[in-house]
């Protein structure tokens, strides 16, 4: 589209069709007539900005952050994210990439992890779009999708006394220290005395009465 000056929003979001726009029909469209090429290159234009004119018009002016997330949600709805991102998944694990499907599934959780974040954080206060878009920046620049790895790559946690998997990479040793094997632990299972069980509430009462 830059090659043939097709840029910004008047080109993208405006009436003028594109037909014979310095040649673009031409270029792209070599096998087709002008027509019936012009006619392909107009409905894929009005697929792409139909969203984005909507999501323009939702957020002009000063408005609160939830009235910004529920546009931004919605404008992710019409471009089918979740949809894709669902298609993907179901692809990765067909091919047996867990963890790829896996970072996929967090994705969406993600994002609306951050409008929320964002809404609660901002409350009712009036911001303009571009405040909105620095909001949801920083929220998506702290992120991390961590997984565990899968397939070859694997992590083991258990007791000496029950592991027993070989050509281990790396073996962490909880309490080892200084060449000292650390003894295993008596499994003696839990006591509740009377004394235990009346702490134990106070704990749980003073707990919930700080929030």
């Known amino acids: 589209m830059l090659k043939h000056g ?14 014979g726009e310095n040649n673009i029909v031409d270029t792209a469209f070599q096998t087709e007539s002008e027509e019936d090429a012009n006619e392909v290159i107009e409905k894929l234009r009005h697929e792409i900005t139909a969203p984005i004119a909507s999501f323009k018009e939702k957020t002009k002016g000063r408005k609160t952050a ?21 298609f ?15 970072q996929f599934t967090k994705i969406w959780n993600l994002i609306l992890d951050i409008l929320n974040q964002v809404t609660i954080a901002l409350d009712g206060d009036k911001i303009n779009i571009s405040e909105f878009a620095e909001y949801i920046t920083v929220g998506l620049s702290q992120c991390e999708i961590r997984t565990i790895p899968s397939g070859i790559d694997q992590v083991y946690v258990g007791s000496v006394e029950r592991s027993s998997h070989t050509s281990v990479k790396v073996m962490f040793i909880v309490g080892a220290k200084s060449g000292t094997f650390p003894t295993g ?20 009462r003073n707990s919930c009465t700080r929030y």
């Open 6 to 19: 097709i840029r910004g929003g008047s080109k993208w979001l405006g009436e003028k069709e594109w037909l």
């Open 88 to 102: 993907d998944i179901t692809k990765f694990q067909k091919d047996g990439k867990l963890n790829e499907s896996e």
């Open 66 to 86: 939830a009235e910004f997330a529920t546009a931004l949600f919605e404008y992710l709805e019409d471009i089918n994210l979740y949809s894709g991102l669902k």
């Open 185 to 204: 632990i008596a499994s003696e299972g839990f006591s509740f005395k009377p004394r235990q069980m009346h702490f134990a509430g106070r704990i749980r």
